[in-house]
């Protein structure tokens, strides 16, 4: 992905709750293999940063789907 490319993202979380959000590329956001060994991706939540008024990045771990 480069910079400014919006997408939706899916996932699961710990909890087995599936999370569906609108995300962002920038500058801070990574794919990277955590010490644990498994996938991470970190992104900037669009919804989270409406409500907030402020950047609010998350992080999908294992598998995620990108749209």
Do not use: P, S
């Not at 959000?21 to 669009?46: H, M, S, V």
């Not at 907030?52 to 998350?58: A, M």
Request: overall charge negative.
């Amino acid at each position: 992905m480069k910079n400014d490319d919006t997408f939706k993202i899916t996932y699961t979380k710990k909890n087995g709750d599936e999370v569906e959000r609108n995300g962002k590329w920038t500058d801070d956001c990574k794919e990277w293999i955590c010490q644990k060994g498994y996938a991470c991706l970190t992104y900037l939540d669009l919804d989270a940063t409406e409500e907030y008024g402020k950047d609010q990045y998350r992080m999908a771990t294992h598998t995620w789907e990108i749209k």
